[in-house]
């Protein structure tokens, strides 16, 4: 659906529908809101598809103080979105960003048919249309102010929230014109003149974040803060292995704790939320519901997947790998040419399941009445919040209200409804609000995990360094298979991402995959299967230039070769990927790191770069040993195009925040299995980067005027195999595995 048929619209619809008659001037627009990797992957179990009733799902408000309000889908979870989006409405506006303001839109369905974040997709959708509804409003308020002084409207223009009037630089303020601007027609919003970018006043200039003063002074909501009158808190004992349920319990000792209220059990709800189910016990609070919990006796049915393993997976993986899987992509002889290679190398890469883990745990507030229910949830997905609770109470999808609240960490975990089913089911069964609180025991021990993947490259290059042959099978934990029904469920579709399309010049290049069983859940991890496909694809060109004796660097720019535009032939709407753009990005960050310039014995360097959510992205390590062996990464380069940077502060905080959350996984994540549950319990057994540990970590933004895209995971997939290939420079070990382990590195 286009901007311009949202435009159509006529202005008394507007009125009618955003500002309800009073005095401000008010555009209603749509931006599409379905390319994220998320949404890609949803189930439809459990969702109710709904169209908006008017092509509408995004408002903006300028009142007669001047201000300016937009209501909109996205929520903020920590990547600065309502900064982005203020200032992308303050330029075309011409006011100041700060008289801009970002409200989270209220999840009705005649409106707002999917609301959601992630796929590192806001900035990407929501620039044109931001541009075009503040463009609108700004030629409207000039209209309007031309009508009032009966002058020429080329004589007019707009700065600093106010029209001028050029031959006597007489000005009216937004405030003055709003009323006599909400009567005249709106511009096509496709039409619309928007900015010359040479002009930009705001995009492109670093400002401090909208949402920082209510995070420092203790203000700011999140779901955890959240209090309602008559609350009761809740916590769930679910069973330890995966699948498993309640063979029976004890509550007696449960309910003799002071405060304790209810005890309750829920049962799991499969495709739709794949919630555990277990025993809740309810409380007066937090403290008494926690006690009550420890104090229950439950005797668990581990179910079918109670006797699995790390290591009988490993085993699956070492069975499918040793064998031809599916094939995805294939052009060319590749068995002829990996026979025919000068050099040819083959090495296998493993990493494990990976936790979210989230500062802020898990936690929702569901208020189940007999027509209604209201929800205050931390969630990326408010929809489908909204559309299981809704399930759950026995409601239509309209009587259930969400509150996105602030999120303390989302990383695609909360892009699940699972909490917010549990919590439906509580409160439906004690007849009062209640909060859900997440122990972090809970968080680790029953997340979605990222997938563990082992993954076998095979290649050869010939007498020159040329790569003659690739041959890449790929086998993972997959999330459509898991997500999906057996008889729809494509498993390849969410785990190959760039992997069918990198990079390099390859005429003889196969793909393949194949999917083991597990019955470990498994979703959206910061970056998706790019965090894996990475360290993969990014180690194995490394292992390559070593093969052929040529310097990284040089040997990924050569591989690159003429400039191209590559279709990944697995999903072919997807926009290709510009090999100067790669290549620019390459070669800053080389620059910037000093790639040629000698480091002390003990240290070295490695480099690595991907594509992915429209964004290219190179980073260079540099690791030390210590004279006791240890490992440390002192710094990290790191150069994004993500196309126009809005807030070049606010880019380059995404990308330490990678850059952070990457190097927890390479130096210490890992979830593994035993008798079908999670042996890591918290932080002390699943540690994440300590202050000690953090290198220097320096940001070039690639200059461009192209649209901006994603930011927020881009900047991981690199790192992994830019520390790998850095370890291998120091001292000649090659990581194939994660996270690193100090007998890797003997």
Partial sequence: MSATLASKLTRRGFLKSGAAGSAALVIGFYW?????????????????????????????????????????????????ILTSMAMILAEELAISWDKVSVEHAATDPKTYPDLGTGGSSSVRESWTPLRQAGAAAREMLISAAALHWHVDRAECKAENGTVVHGPNSRHLTYGELVTAAAKLPVPDLEDVPLRN???????????????????????????????????????????PAFGGKVASFRADKAKAIPGVRHVVEIPAIGPGAFSAGGVAVVGDTTYAAMQGRDALEIQWDNGPDGSDSSEALRQRFEELIAKPGKTLVKTGDVDSALGRGAKKVEAVYEVPFLAHATMEPMNCTVDIRADR????????????????????????????????????????????????????????????????????????????????SVQKLSGAVDSAGTITAWNHRLTSTSIRAFWDPPEKAKPEESEIGEAS????????FRLEYANPKSGVPVAWWRSVENSMNGFT???????????????????????????????????????????????????????????????????????????????????VAEVTFGPKGGLRVDRVVCAVDCGRALNPDGVRAQVESAVVYGLSAVLHGEITIKDGAVVQTN?????????????????????????PTGIGEPALPPLAAAVANAIYAANGKRIRRLPIRNRDLA
């Fill in 32 to 80: 599409p809101t379905v390319a994220i990797a998320q949404d890609e992957a949803k189930p439809n179990a459990g969702k109710q598809e709904e169209k908006p009733v008017n092509p509408v799902n995004a408002w903006l408000r300028i009142d007669r103080s001047g201000n300016a309000t937009l209501i909109c889908e996205k929520a903020e979870m920590g990547q600065g």
């Fill in 197 to 239: 970018s040479r002009n930009f006043r705001v995009i492109g200039k670093s400002v401090p974040r909208v949402d920082t003063p209510s995070k420092t002074d203790g203000s700011a909501q999140y779901g955890i803060d959240v209090k309602v009158p008559g609350m009761l808190y809740a916590l769930v004992a679910r069973c």
């Fill in 373 to 452: 229910a209201e929800v205050w949830a931390p969630t990326q997905g408010p929809v489908w919040i909204r559309d299981t609770v809704a399930h759950i109470a026995g409601l239509k999808p309209e009587a259930v209200t969400v509150h996105t609240t602030l999120m303390g960490g989302a990383f695609g975990r909360r892009y699940q409804a699972d909490f917010a089913a549990e919590a439906a089911q509580i409160s439906k069964a004690v007849g009062a609000p209640v909060k859900l609180l997440w122990t972090r025991e809970d968080d680790i021990q029953h997340d979605f995990y990222r997938p563990a």
């Fill in 501 to 508: 399309a990198i990079p390099y010049l390859v005429e003889n």
């Fill in 537 to 619: 694809i990014e180690s194995f060109i490394d292992e390559l230039a070593a093969a052929a004796g040529i310097d990284p660097l040089e040997f990924r720019i050569r591989a690159i070769g003429p400039v191209r535009k590559v279709k990944d032939p697995a999903d072919p709407e997807t926009p290709p990927l510009d090999t100067t753009r790669i290549k620019a990005a390459l070669e800053l960050a080389a620059n910037k790191a000093g790639w040629s310039t000698p480091l002390p014995k003990g240290s070295g360097r490695g480099i690595a770069c991907y594509f992915s959510f429209h964004t290219y992205a190179a980073e």
């Fill in 683 to 707: 932080f002390n057994n699943y540690p994440v980067l300590r202050m000690k540990e953090m290198p220097v970590v320096e940001v070039h933004i690639v200059p461009s005027t192209a649209d």
